[in-house]
């Protein structure tokens, strides 16, 4: 996905069951379709994983 990737997004969780990553999110049947094939230009669930968020806002 151009623009961000699933590497830091919040929703991109290791799954122990499955030891393996995965997406968190629910994708309908289009959304998954344009994931797998590419043609997905960004992901409408992406969050920045940022831990330091909450301490900046404490600032």
């Known amino acids: 996905m151009a ?3 699933c590497d830091n997004c919040m929703n991109y969780m290791y799954d122990e069951e ?5 997406c968190q999110v629910y ?3 289009d959304e998954m ?3 797998l ?3 997905m230009d960004h992901c ?3 969050q920045l ?3 330091y968020r909450i301490v900046r ?3």
């Open 3 to 5: 623009g961000n990737s």
């Open 18 to 22: 499955y030891d393996c990553y995965v």
């Open 27 to 29: 994708l309908d049947e």
């Open 33 to 35: 379709s344009r994931f």
């Open 37 to 39: 094939s590419n043609t």
């Open 44 to 46: 409408p669930h992406y």
């Open 49 to 51: 994983q940022d831990e």
């Open 57 to 59: 806002k404490q600032m």
